[in-house]
């Protein structure tokens, strides 16, 4: 099966930018959807964004105007950028398969930290 593997994290004043990356070691072109979900500490992981393979993408509340996911079909990746960082997004961020609900597919990998300062 597909693997994935993220990157891209790191240490951000808010307000900063920051694009995550997440490679998968096969083609995702037959993939209908991927998403990112994130992680903060004591808190259950939740949906940040997703994209279909027609390119139709969906945001948390939280996130919209800020982030944007988007797919790479020539380097098997899906990117999210995310601009107006804030305190609050910080977490382990995902990458991973989505089902139509947004329910992560695959085991979770190690993800990417993001860590925002206020």
């Known amino acids: 099966q597909v693997q994935l593997v993220e990157s891209g994290g790191g240490l951000v004043q808010a307000g900063g930018s920051l694009r995550l990356s997440c490679a998968a070691s096969?083609?995702?072109?037959?993939?209908?959807?991927m998403g990112w979900h994130r992680q903060a500490p004591g808190k259950q992981r939740e949906l940040v964004a997703t994209?279909?393979?027609?390119?139709?993408?969906n945001y948390a509340d939280s996130v919209k105007g800020r982030f944007t996911i988007s797919r790479d079909y020539a380097k098997n990746s899906v990117y999210l950028q995310m601009n107006s960082l804030e305190p609050e997004d910080t977490a382990v961020y995902y990458c991973?398969?989505?089902?139509?609900?947004?329910?992560?597919?695959?085991?979770w990998g190690q993800g990417t930290q993001v860590t925002v300062s206020s």
């Open positions: 096969g083609s995702i072109f037959s993939i209908n959807a």
């Open positions: 994209v279909t393979r027609g390119g139709r993408t």
């Open positions: 991973n398969i989505v089902s139509p609900v947004g329910v992560g597919l695959l085991p």
